[in-house]
């Protein structure tokens, strides 16, 4: 089941990163802004880096210093690579990792337009890092973690790639109540951030057992009705669906094969329009610190 869902959260954001958010730039700020971002942050980006697909706003929570290396896990367009890379400065590294080929090639694209030369995307899976021990001062993520079928081993890789000292700092999704069982079984909720979340406990159970320490998880206050302001896309995590799809949500649609069955869109789209996930989820904010020692 993981290798399907990881196929079709690979199908559903390559079509994101294919069509690009270029006409609805303004609308992609909005939900940026609704999550953290400021004017100035958008302002510095290069085009199609911010693609609405935000929960928070992970670089203002890292502390991020001149000269540290950051690897920030679902790297997207590099909204947050680039951020991090002016953060560090010349003297430090920004790496984006991200399992979607078009979402590499779309990040590399936009780290040339910008002119950054101290970043780096590299193809890969967040449970199955492909870094050296030891190679990062901050992990950080946005609205990503909750895509992986294999959390604990995720939060286990993440350990192994920080430097003794190094911190977490994760923006995401985290279910508050049950699912009702038809949105919990989803394919295309959990592609939304949605059937794939898991509880602050668990969260932070998760974090604690691979050896964090401090962990520090908040709810973050942010309406998920922010995703409205994209036409056509009503969450946060994903490709554009129809334009009937409820506001009052947060995932984005797709299928296993979304340009193949559009059926698939219009079960999300009923769905979400029956449900406010507000009722059952939150953006929060996690983090977390690797012992020294």
Not at 48 to 73: I, K
Not at 253 to 262: F, I, K, L, M, N
Request: proline residues 5%; glycine residues 10%.
């Amino acid at each position: 089941m993981s290798d399907a869902i990881k196929e079709a959260v690979r199908e559903g954001y390559g079509a994101v990163a294919r069509q690009g958010v270029s006409q609805q730039a303004g609308a992609a700020d909005v939900v940026a802004k609704a999550f953290g971002y400021t004017n100035e942050e958008l302002a510095s980006l290069p085009q199609d880096a911010n693609l609405g697909l935000s929960c928070g706003n992970p670089t203002a929570l890292a502390s991020l210093r001149q000269g540290e290396t950051v690897v920030d896990l679902g790297s997207g367009g590099g909204l947050d690579v680039f951020l991090a890379a002016q953060a560090v400065g010349p003297g430090g590294r920004a790496i984006g990792i991200d399992m979607t080929p078009d979402m590499i090639a779309l990040a590399n694209r936009n780290a040339e337009q910008a002119g950054h030369t101290n970043t780096d995307f590299v193809l890969g899976e967040i449970d199955d890092i492909p870094l050296p021990d030891h190679t990062a001062d901050c992990v950080i993520s946005n609205c990503v973690i909750n895509l992986v079928p294999d959390k604990n081993k995720a939060f286990h890789e993440i350990f192994r790639i920080l430097k003794p000292g190094g911190r977490v700092a994760i923006s995401d999704i985290a279910i508050t109540a049950d699912l009702p069982p038809e949105l919990a079984s989803d394919i295309g909720a959990y592609i939304g951030c949605i059937a794939g979340a898991i509880s602050v406990d668990d969260y932070r159970n998760g974090l604690t057992q691979a050896g964090f320490s401090a962990v520090d998880i908040q709810d973050s206050g942010a309406d998920l009705n922010a995703y409205g302001a994209l036409d056509g896309q009503s969450a946060c995590c994903g490709p554009a669906m129809e334009e009937e799809a409820s506001s009052a949500c947060c995932g984005p649609t797709a299928s296993e094969s979304p340009a193949e069955d559009p059926d698939v869109y219009k079960r999300l789209a009923d769905l979400l329009k029956r449900y406010n996930v507000n009722d059952y989820a939150a953006s929060v904010k996690v983090m977390a610190v690797k012992p020294a020692t």
